[in-house]
């Protein structure tokens, strides 16, 4: 079993649809979560943290369910600019700053 | 988050060569990190270099393959040992800034094609 598991998409929908991304994590010790978005030939950037209570930045909503090791990430009023492949990490256990990636959700926002 | 470049961007090599890829930030971090993105595939972390001392590699990542530097707290390399087309993917350095967030921010790639 992978240790950050997404569906790979893609998910095509067209401008202003809402859209969401689930991911699950294995390891329960697992202490912080992101999103981060990696656009085609581009390095992954920080989308957002997220955290127990939830939060939400803008048109962007991130939820944490530690009892089911989800992780959710919803999109609303979807613009072009955010086609990109949507990634979700989790750190490792470990003592230090490990990060695991998912293989991450593509997106695909048509006209 | 932090500004980092690396170098070179690209580069197509031979098999059995080696490539040494720099990182460079613009500020002190204690923590960076050397990743492989492989062709359609996530990031696995290769190592994590601390200034002053050894590199920690993960499992499947070994010293004589892939061996780093990190003689200061701005700069670090990563160097690909007798390279095979399989080592062809995209190197990426990252920082951790600290104060417990964990959060990372990542260079912009070298890519790297062995023939």
């Known amino acids: 079993r992978k240790e950050v598991e997404q569906d790979p998409g893609p998910f095509n929908v067209p401008e202003g649809a809402t859209v969401a991304f689930n991911c699950t994590y294995s390891?329960?010790?697992?202490?912080?979560f992101f999103w981060y978005r990696q656009d085609c030939r581009k390095e992954p950037k920080l989308l957002m943290s997220?955290?127990?209570s939830g939060n939400e930045d803008g048109r962007f909503t991130a939820q944490l369910n530690r009892a089911s090791q989800y992780i959710s990430l919803l999109i609303r009023d979807s613009k072009l600019s955010d086609s990109a492949n949507y990634l979700c990490?989790?750190?490792?256990?470990?003592?230090?700053?490990?990060?695991?990636f998912g293989a991450g959700t593509r997106l695909a926002v048509h006209p | 988050s932090a500004v980092i470049s690396q170098k070179p961007s690209r580069d197509i090599c031979q098999r059995g060569t080696s490539l040494t890829i720099q990182c460079q930030v613009d500020?002190?971090?204690?923590?960076m990190f050397w990743y492989r993105q492989q062709p359609g595939q996530s990031l696995t972390l290769i190592a994590t270099?601390?200034?002053?001392?050894?590199?920690?590699?993960e499992s499947g990542f070994v010293i004589d393959k892939f061996p780093i530097s990190r003689p200061n707290l701005t700069f670090s390399t990563l160097t690909v040992s007798n390279m095979s087309p399989e080592d062809s993917s995209i190197y990426l350095c990252?920082?951790?800034?600290?104060?417990?967030?964990?959060?990372?921010?990542f260079g912009p790639g070298t890519r790297l094609t062995v023939l």
């Open positions: 270099a601390n200034q002053g001392s050894e590199a920690t590699y």
């Open positions: 990252s920082v951790d800034r600290g104060r417990a967030t964990y959060t990372q921010y």
């Open positions: 997220v955290y127990s």
């Open positions: 990490v989790v750190t490792d256990s470990g003592g230090y700053n490990k990060l695991i």
């Open positions: 390891n329960s010790a697992s202490q912080s």
């Open positions: 500020s002190q971090v204690t923590m």
